[in-house]
Each structure stands twice: as structure tokens, then as C-alpha cells.
């Protein structure tokens, strides 16, 4: 068997809040925004370039989900991102006041600084070793 994980979903309180941090932050592509109802959309983000898999930015519908919103792992990092040049992104972020949580230290598997999104997730950015 060969599986491919092509989608996570990220529980969000409002679409368009996602879509524009995503995309003018972070710099993601919007590669669908469809209308399923009065009160949901199916919403894909991805980082720029990438082939890897996409963000379904599912806006939370009950109080249980909403819980949920920022602390999908329990308040461990949730999403880990490779990128060409650390300094640049980490320079990017603050520029936009976006909250770094560790800055940029250096490990055996690359240089790393965390970010909180919008709402709340831990995201690990990390540049590989050359």
C-alpha cells in the first residue's frame, strides 16, 4: 500500500480571517474557497510552491470544536514547515507581529525558530542543514 497525506484540517473561527493571514503572512496559496452552505466553505491553503499537502481551514461549527481552536495537539507544536531561508522568514514574522515563541536556535537537524499563528497554533519552522 501506498499512502499520501494530501490534507490537514486546521479548525479556524472565521474563513476570512484565515485566508488573509495565510495568504498576505504567510504567504500561502488560496487554492479553493467554495461555497457549501450559507455557513461553510471548503477553504485550501498551501505554502507557496509547495507540492506537499494542504491546510483545509474548517471553521469551527459547535462550542466542542471551537475548543479546539489553536490547541489541536494539547499545546504542542502542530505543524512543521521546511523553508530555504530561516532568517528571512524569521525576519518576515516580526515584521508582521506575528508572535515568536523560541527564536532561531540551531540543532543537529537545522537551524528552528516557533511561531504562534492567529489562532493560536505552534508551528516549528525549520532549515535544513546544507
Request: glycine share 6%.
Amino acid at each position: 500500500m501506498v499512502y499520501d497525506l494530501f490534507q490537514i484540517a486546521l479548525v479556524v473561527d472565521d474563513y476570512d480571517k484565515a485566508i488573509k493571514f495565510y495568504t498576505e503572512v504567510l504567504h500561502f496559496d488560496l487554492l479553493e474557497d467554495t461555497v457549501l452552505s450559507p455557513v461553510k466553505r471548503w477553504v485550501r491553503v498551501r505554502p507557496k510552491g509547495s507540492n506537499g499537502a494542504s491546510l483545509l481551514l474548517a471553521k469551527a461549527k459547535n462550542e466542542q470544536e471551537a475548543q479546539a481552536i489553536g490547541n489541536q495537539t494539547g499545546g504542542r507544536v502542530f505543524l512543521f514547515m521546511h523553508t530555504d531561508d530561516l532568517v528571512r522568514d524569521f525576519l518576515h514574522l516580526k515584521s508582521h507581529h506575528v508572535e515568536i515563541v523560541r527564536p532561531i536556535s540551531e540543532h543537529e537537524y537545522g537551524k528552528v525558530f516557533v511561531f504562534r499563528d492567529i489562532f493560536g497554533n505552534l508551528w516549528d519552522v525549520i532549515q535544513p542543514p546544507n
